[in-house]
């Protein structure tokens, strides 16, 4: 059973919008996240983490939102630009738990035309 | 600095062989981890490494087994592969669980099972 739901296999932007991607977490422990981005034939790179103490967090043109309520998290680009074509993926764990071992969502499949 | 490398990026095997994916990073991370990400499921865990010497089993263990005899590497072995273990298998690692550190990730192994 997910436990990280990226419901949007894809998604697709103009150059120069913004580009929203969404995930949906069940487990309640869930304190920190993360985002990943990945390009073809290479593994996924780190972009942004928020923690569960934050509803936002900030980085140059990528901000991340947390609404621990509805267990919901997005990713938001700003302006949006061909080279953030890509899939992103989202991440959660549990601090508590052992290790803190990454649960993560199947992906969204960005492409951003000009 | 090389990062997080694996060895093969492909490899084909038949029903039955056995085969062992090689990680190597060059960060000194004690953490080390290896995800096989399937269409639509996201990256799943099979077997991680808290440590040289130390091993335990992720969410997908089933068929694969792991060493960490030297802390910069972390070897996956298929004692006997199967059509479903067709995926492909990322590497990463990481120097700190309970911080925000995240995991950096190799660039991927494409496994044919036929």
């Known amino acids: 059973d997910q436990q990280v739901k990226q419901n949007s296999p894809s998604l697709s932007v103009q150059e120069g919008r913004i580009s929203i991607l969404n995930c949906d977490y069940t487990?309640?422990?869930?304190?920190?996240f993360l985002w990943y981005k990945k390009y073809p034939a290479e593994g996924p790179t780190f972009l942004i983490s928020?923690?569960?103490?934050?509803d936002k967090n900030e980085d140059g043109r990528f901000t991340v939102f947390l609404n621990k309520s509805a267990k919901h998290l997005s990713l938001h680009i700003v302006p949006s630009q061909p080279g953030d074509s890509a899939v992103y993926f989202c991440?959660?764990?549990?601090?508590?738990?052992?290790?803190?071992?990454?649960?993560f969502g199947a992906g969204t499949q960005v492409v951003v035309t000009p | 600095n090389a990062g997080v490398t694996q060895t093969p990026k492909f490899r084909v095997l038949k029903t039955g062989q056995s085969m062992t994916l090689l990680c190597a990073q060059d960060?000194?991370?004690?953490?080390m981890y290896w995800y096989r990400q399937d269409p639509g499921m996201g990256l799943r865990l099979i077997h991680y490494?808290?440590?040289?010497?130390?091993?335990a089993k992720g969410e997908v263990p089933d068929g694969y087994n792991v060493s960490r005899l030297k802390k910069q590497n972390f070897l996956l072995g298929l004692e006997s592969a199967a059509p479903s273990q067709t995926s492909v298998y990322f590497c990463?690692?990481?120097?700190?669980?309970?911080?925000?550190?995240?995991?950096?990730f190799g660039p991927g192994t494409r496994l044919t099972v036929l």
């Open positions: 990463a690692s990481s120097g700190d669980f309970f911080g925000t550190d995240t995991q950096y």
């Open positions: 487990n309640s422990m869930f304190d920190y």
């Open positions: 928020i923690s569960s103490i934050k």
């Open positions: 991440a959660a764990r549990e601090s508590a738990d052992s290790w803190g071992k990454f649960q």
């Open positions: 960060m000194n991370h004690e953490y």
């Open positions: 490494s808290v440590g040289e010497g130390t091993t």
